[in-house]
């Protein structure tokens, strides 16, 4: 069974630092661009960075630049998403997936999902 689990959530206060993490099961994820997207409540989901299936091209979503990293380590068929200076307006439900149609590039309607973690960001 093809599975995203995203781990790493939680409450933080702004200028803190979470990372998270996506692992996946039943198939392996260096064949695919993995995207992180994030979904706040009463806004639409929005695409936050892309890694390519070989780790060396990244793209952010303007609003994260400077602050988060996406990485991935293929021998552990993990992708994270090392987010720093967290603010209150990154607060949502992260989402992490697969597109089983690009190495490359992610698109807003990718082939595999997680379920979320809830990212929390208050003091």
């Known amino acids: 069974q093809l599975q995203l689990v995203e781990s790493g959530g939680g409450l933080v206060q702004p200028g803190g630092s979470l990372r998270l993490t996506c692992a996946g099961s039943g198939f392996v994820l260096d064949d695919y661009a993995i995207g992180w997207f994030r979904q706040a409540p009463g806004k639409e989901r929005e695409e936050v960075s892309c890694?390519?299936?070989?780790?060396?091209?990244?793209n952010y979503a303007d609003s994260v630049k400077g602050r988060f990293t996406i990485f991935r380590d293929n021998a552990k068929n993990t992708v994270y998403l090392q987010m720093n200076s967290l603010k209150p307006e990154d607060t949502a439900v992260y989402y992490c997936?697969?597109?089983?149609?690009?190495?490359?590039?992610?698109?807003?309607?990718?082939?595999?999902w997680g379920r979320g973690t809830l990212v929390n960001v208050s003091s």
């Open positions: 890694i390519n299936g070989g780790g060396d091209s990244r």
């Open positions: 997936a697969a597109n089983a149609r690009s190495y490359w590039y992610c698109q807003d309607d990718m082939d595999y």
